[in-house]
C-alpha cells in the first residue's frame, strides 16, 4: 500500500501550476478593487496635463495646474453622488439594468454640460458674497482653491457613508466658510444663505407631496379600475402629454440657462405645446403597445417602463447643463484671475475647463455612482415603473414650481424627497383605502369585510414600507451640509492663505 500512494498525488507540476493559478486569481481579484482608483487618478493626471497644454497666462501656470487636479476631483464627487438621483427610481424599478442606466446617464450629462453648460458667471457671482468686499485678487484664488478642495472632501465623505446631498449647497457652504475666513461676515448676504437652508425643508416636502399626489391619481384611476387597460388608454396619454409638458419647460427655463434666457412664462407656454402634442400622438402609442395586455398590474408598469427612460434621460441632460457649473466655476474664476480679469467680469468658461467637468461628473458616476444608485432606487422604499415615474415628474414639476415663487432649491433634496413621499403613501394608502381592502378581499377570497382588514393590518404589522434608518442619515446629512463644508472651506483657505500669501 505504500508504494501506491506517490500514485494518488498531485504530481509536482500540477501543484505548482495550481499555485499559480491561485495566485493569478489573487492578483485579479487584488487589481479590480484598485480599477476605479487608478482610473481616477489618471483622469486627474490627465486634467493636469490639459490645463498645461491650454492656459495660456503669463504666470500663475502652477495654481491653474493644481486647481484642473482638484476641479476634477470635485468633478468625479459630483458625478458619484449627484446624478445618482436622475436614474436611481429608473434601476430600482428595474426600468433598466446599471450597466444601461450608467450608459445613458453618463451620455446625457456629457451632452448637456457641452450644449448648455459653457456660459458661467464666476461662482462668486452667485449672489451668496459681494465679490466687491473681497481682498486681493491672489486672495480670490486661494479663496476658490479652497472652495474646490472643501466641497469636494464633504461629498466623498457623504458618498462614503451613503448619504445623497446636494453638491450645490456644498459649494455654497465652501463659499461661505472661505469667504468668512478671507473677509468677515459682512461680505456674506445671509438672506441668500437662509434661503438656501429653508430649502433643505421645502424641497423635499413638496417633492414628496406631488410624487405621492400623481401616485395617489394613477392608483386611484388606473391601478384599481376593474378594467385597467381601458384605463390606461384613457388616463395615460394625459399623463404623459402632462410629463412632456414639465420636461420641456424644464429644459428650456433650466438647462438651457447658459446657452439663451428664455424666461418662465414663454418656457411654460412651449411645455404647454409640446405637451399638448404629446397627448395627441401618444393615444395610438398606448393603444397599440397595450393590446393583448393582461388585465394585471405587471401589463401597467410594461407602459411606464420607456417614458421613465426618457424621464431618466432628460433629468441627467439637465442636471449635466445645470451643475457642472459646480465644479467648473470656482476653476473658472481661478483660470480669469491669473489670466488678468477682475472678479466682477462675467466670462465663458474654456472650452478645456468645461471638458473637464463634463467628462468627470461623467466618470465619477460609472466609477462610483452604483453605490448611491442602489440607496435612491432599491434601499429606500420598493420601486416599479410606475412609482418611480412619479418621483422624476414630480422632481421635474417641483423644480419648475418652486423656481415660479423664487425659491431656491435642490434637485437631489427634491428627487430623494419624492423617493420618501411616493413609500409614505404607500404605507398611508395600505392603512386607509377602501379600494385596497376590496383588493386584499378578493385577493385573499375573504367573504367578510371584517377578514379583510385583519388580512391587511397583519401586513402592515409585518413590513414597513420606508426605511427610517436611511431617512436619519439622509436629513442628517443635509442639515450639517452648508456648515460642515463651510468649516472646511475656513480651515483650508487658512492653511492656504498663511502658505502662499
Known amino acids: 500500500m505504500a508504494k501506491l500512494r506517490p500514485s494518488l498525488e498531485k504530481p509536482t507540476l500540477d501543484k505548482d501550476l495550481d499555485k499559480v493559478s491561485l495566485a493569478e486569481e489573487a492578483t485579479h481579484y487584488i487589481m479590480r ?5 487608478g482610473l481616477a487618478a489618471l483622469f486627474l493626471i490627465v486634467s493636469m496635463a490639459i490645463a498645461a497644454s491650454y492656459f495660456t497666462g503669463a504666470s500663475g501656470l502652477a495654481t491653474v495646474i493644481a486647481a484642473a487636479a482638484f ?3 470635485l468633478a468625479m464627487n459630483i458625478g458619484a453622488n449627484d446624478v445618482t438621483n436622475n436614474v436611481g427610481a429608473a434601476v430600482g424599478a428595474r426600468a433598466m439594468t446599471m450597466a444601461t442606466a450608467l450608459a445613458i446617464a453618463a451620455f446625457f450629462e456629457i451632452a448637456g454640460a457641452l450644449i448648455a453648460g459653457r456660459k458661467v458667471a464666476l461662482t462668486i457671482e452667485a449672489g451668496v458674497v459681494d465679490g466687491s468686499r473681497l481682498v486681493s485678487p491672489d486672495a480670490l484664488v486661494w ?3 479652497a472652495v474646490l478642495i472643501s466641497s469636494a472632501a464633504w461629498i466623498n465623505i457623504a458618498t462614503y457613508a451613503r448619504a445623497p446631498v446636494s453638491t450645490t449647497h456644498s459649494v455654497v457652504g465652501g463659499i461661505v466658510g472661505a469667504s ?3 473677509a468677515g461676515p459682512d461680505v456674506v448676504k445671509w438672506w441668500t444663505v437662509a434661503g438656501i437652508t429653508a430649502s433643505w425643508s421645502i424641497s423635499p416636502l413638496i417633492g414628496g407631496a406631488l410624487a405621492a399626489c400623481i401616485l395617489a391619481f394613477l392608483k386611484e384611476f388606473v391601478v384599481y379600475r376593474s378594467d385597467k387597460i381601458a384605463a390606461a388608454r384613457l388616463w395615460m396619454p394625459v399623463v404623459l402629454g402632462v410629463t412632456a409638458g414639465a420636461f420641456t419647460a424644464y429644459v428650456l427655463v433650466f438647462a438651457l440657462v447658459r446657452v439663451a434666457i428664455i424666461s418662465l412664462p414663454t418656457g411654460l407656454l412651449a411645455g404647454g405645446l409640446v405637451g399638448g402634442a404629446c397627448y395627441v400622438l401618444s393615444k395610438p402609442w398606448i393603444r397599440r403597445h397595450s393590446e393583448g395586455l393582461e388585465n394585471r398590474n405587471q401589463s401597467l408598469r410594461k407602459l411606464f417602463r420607456l417614458p421613465l427612460i426618457a424621464a431618466a434621460a432628460l433629468l441627467s441632460f439637465a442636471h449635466g447643463a445645470n451643475d457642472v457649473s459646480n465644479a467648473i466655476g470656482p476653476l473658472s474664476a481661478i483660470v480669469a484671475a491669473e489670466g488678468g480679469l477682475i472678479s466682477s467680469q462675467k466670462s465663458e468658461a474654456p472650452y478645456w475647463v ?3 467637468g463634463a467628462f468627470g461628473i461623467s466618470l465619477g458616476l460609472l466609477l462610483y455612482g452604483p453605490r ?8 429606500i422604499t420598493r420601486l416599479n415603473p410606475m412609482r418611480a415615474f412619479c418621483v422624476a415628474l414630480a422632481t421635474a414639476a417641483t423644480v419648475l414650481f418652486a423656481s415660479a415663487l423664487g425659491l431656491p432649491i435642490s434637485s437631489t433634496h427634491t428627487a430623494v424627497g419624492a423617493v420618501f413621499g411616493v413609500g409614505f403613501f404607500r404605507e ?3 392603512r386607509h383605502s377602501k379600494r385596497r381592502l376590496e383588493h386584499v378581499r378578493w385577493k385573499n377570497g375573504h367573504s367578510d369585510l371584517t377578514e379583510a382588514i385583519e388580512t391587511n393590518f397583519a401586513e402592515i404589522r409585518r413590513r414597513r414600507l420606508v426605511r427610517r ?3 436619519l442619515t439622509i436629513v442628517g446629512a443635509w442639515v450639517i451640509t452648508v456648515p460642515a463644508s463651510a468649516l472646511l472651506s475656513a480651515l483650508v483657505y487658512l492653511v492656504l492663505s498663511g502658505l502662499f500669501l
Open 354 to 356: 468645461l471638458l473637464i
Open 372 to 379: 448611491l444608485i442602489r440607496v435612491v432606487g432599491q434601499e
Open 469 to 471: 434608518s436611511y431617512l
Open 71 to 73: 476641479a476634477g476631483y
Open 143 to 145: 479663496l476658490m482653491m
Open 33 to 37: 478593487g484598485l480599477a476605479a482608483p
Open 428 to 430: 398611508w394608502y395600505t
Open 180 to 182: 468668512l475666513a478671507a
